[in-house]
């Protein structure tokens, strides 16, 4: 009777164990990518709180060319609902506000970065930034960096982006130019500077387009890491 009674009571305690038992988020969306979508070169990262108890927000990176995209993925408590690529609201609020930055990859890339303009000329890791001189978000950085004195120092690089910014090409080869005049000995005729700004900066874009940068401004780290947002 007594190991009747000892049996039923550890029955018991493993069946609400199991019953109690959190689920796997993780492999929730991993299988529900396999059943829903066609992507099969992707990680599953991590699993992060959201402002609701209800759900959790489980981060998935997922291969585009060289680099890694996150997708986020909400998936209810008791793991029987899942919310992919998508808003969750709760009280209209967002249940989730952390972002992710993509993950761009590394390329080979042997940077020509004589006579360029080096913002913290000091720092001791180096880093190229690809730059358009009618980007908003780039005029951001460049007036960060204009007082910037930290650990990087910043080869400034030239990708005007002409069918966004119609004129950006001619306006980056004139900065150029008046950089050179003052920079240069070797240099003091308009006509010299802008002969070689121009040859400086279709330079610049053939290593950005050879890089697969599409965006500005966009950074790459002296091992080839390329990144964004950094400034």
Request: with cysteine; net charge positive.
């Amino acid at each position: 009777m007594k190991r009747n009674v000892l049996f039923l009571s550890v029955f018991m305690i493993l069946l609400l164990n199991v019953s109690c038992a959190k689920p796997d988020y993780k492999k929730i969306t991993d299988d529900f990518i396999k059943k829903t979508t066609q992507a099969r070169d992707y990680s599953v990262r991590s699993v992060e709180d959201t402002h609701s108890a209800d759900w959790k927000a489980v981060i998935v990176y997922v291969k585009e060319n060289t680099a890694n995209v996150p997708v986020i993925f909400f998936v209810s408590r008791d793991g029987k609902s899942v919310v992919p690529n998508s808003m969750v609201f709760s009280d209209n609020k967002p249940i989730f506000d952390k972002r992710f930055e993509p993950e761009l990859g590394r390329i080979d890339f042997k940077p020509a970065d004589k006579d360029r303009f080096v913002f913290n000329p000091s720092g001791k890791k180096l880093v190229y930034m690809f730059f358009d001189p009618d980007c908003p978000y780039c005029k951001k950085a460049k007036e960060k960096l204009n007082t910037y004195s930290g650990e990087y120092r910043v080869v400034l690089k030239y990708f005007p982006l002409e069918q966004i910014h119609p004129g950006a090409t001619r306006k980056a080869i004139e900065e150029e130019a008046a950089w050179l005049k003052k920079s240069r000995k070797d240099i003091s005729k308009e006509a010299d500077a802008l002969k070689e700004a121009k040859r400086m900066v279709e330079e610049d874009i053939a290593e950005a387009q050879k890089a697969g940068i599409n965006g500005v401004p966009a950074y790459v780290m002296e091992d080839g890491t390329l990144k964004q947002g950094l400034f």
